[in-house]
């Protein structure tokens, strides 16, 4: 099992899933993750300069850095700096963020966690019980792009009783160097290069890249019988892996008369699923994205076998036997 991050919270807001997809065009969904920081009921930080320890390896951005020992007593409030200004998009609050990072500890140099060994940039969403307050007000505001050096109190961290399997003890002041790379919202879309469409017999989807929904017209024929993932946007990202996260806009559709059950698009949320627990679900829908380029929008038609099969949620339109369409625009992966 891949190893998750220290920072994650136990129920990320803004997600939906399709673990019950009904008629609605929105669902709420969990997703756990372990250890997991309470939700804080302290107040908004004092945000100040510093003191903050020097950076004295890895100082560009994207290099893993190497961060000297806290010097003397660290600041009871937040201290946060832009070591390296970017000049991409602003990050705001709710707002799902692609970042690198590591994580210390002041008194010792303990790093306790990184993802730059990993390989894989974290994917998570600056909300009240997604994240760590100390990463949730640190980096709102600040620009894709930018290297944020950030000394986070246990108030904003992960409080009095710290977090043991770390070796993070409940006094103890955390600090971070975090890689801003990208961050997304509710409004983004993949800007991928279109792909030719010329299949008559599979469902046509629009290429807008504003956010709205992609119109998607079910041809009045029978559905193939075989699993189908094509581009409609073709990304030039990493290829997903079977055992990655997706987050992503969607919306899916039923064949016969073309009715969505289930979307993202317009309804002020993201997707993030696990590729692995999909095959749980709608197990076409996970082997279709297996093997896509981050930065795409997939159109992939789920025969009933790798679908809902004679089991559908009720009270939807998914009928038995129902063969599903789904768009996907990939916006990242972890």
């Known amino acids: 099992m891949r190893r998750r991050s220290l920072l994650l919270a136990a129920v990320p807001a803004g997600l939906v899933t399709l673990s019950a997809c009904g008629d609605n065009k929105s669902a709420s969904g969990t997703t756990s993750a372990s250890p997991t920081p309470s939700v804080s009921a302290a107040p908004p930080p004092k945000i100040v300069?510093?003191?903050?320890?020097?950076?004295?390896?890895?100082?560009?951005f994207g290099e893993k850095p190497t961060v000297a020992k806290g010097a003397g007593e660290p600041s009871k409030d937040l201290a946060v700096k832009t070591v390296i200004a970017g000049s991409g998009r602003t990050v705001a609050e709710n707002d799902?963020?692609?970042?690198?990072?590591?994580?210390?500890?002041?008194?010792?140099?303990k790093v306790f966690d990184n993802s730059y060994d990993r390989r894989r940039p974290l994917v998570m969403q600056l909300a009240q019980g997604s994240i760590i307050d100390g990463w949730?007000?640190?980096l709102t505001g600040k620009k894709v792009g930018?290297?944020?050096?950030?000394?986070?109190?246990?108030?904003?961290?992960?409080?009095?009783s710290g977090e043991p399997q770390a070796g993070i003890k409940g006094t103890d002041t955390l600090v971070f160097v975090i890689d801003v790379i990208e961050s997304y919202n509710s409004k983004s879309s993949v800007t991928g290069k279109a792909v030719a469409q010329s299949d008559a017999a599979l469902p046509k989807v629009a290429a807008n890249t504003d956010g709205e929904v992609p119109k998607v017209t079910v041809p009045k024929t029978a559905p193939p019988k075989k699993l189908v993932s094509t581009y409609v946007l073709e990304g030039d990202g990493e290829e997903l892996k079977a055992d990655q996260t997706v987050l992503c806009q969607f919306q899916g559709l039923v064949w016969d008369g073309g009715k969505t059950f289930q979307r993202t698009y317009g309804s002020g949320r993201l997707a993030q699923f696990s590729l692995e627990r999909m095959q749980?679900?709608?197990?076409?829908?996970?082997?279709g994205l297996t093997g896509k380029k981050v930065g795409s929008r997939?159109?992939?038609?789920?025969?009933p076998e790798l679908g809902y099969g004679d089991t559908p949620p009720s009270g939807g339109p998914v009928g038995k036997g129902a063969t599903l369409v789904f768009t996907v625009d990939v916006l990242a992966a972890m």
Do not use: E, H
């Open 280 to 287: 749980q679900t709608v197990k076409g829908l996970a082997q």
């Open 298 to 303: 997939v159109l992939i038609v789920v025969p």
């Open 136 to 138: 949730r007000y640190g």
């Open 146 to 160: 930018s290297r944020v050096q950030i000394a986070v109190p246990p108030t904003w961290g992960y409080g009095t």
């Open 96 to 109: 799902f963020i692609k970042a690198n990072y590591l994580g210390q500890i002041w008194d010792t140099a």
């Open 49 to 60: 300069a510093g003191p903050l320890p020097a950076i004295t390896a890895g100082t560009k």
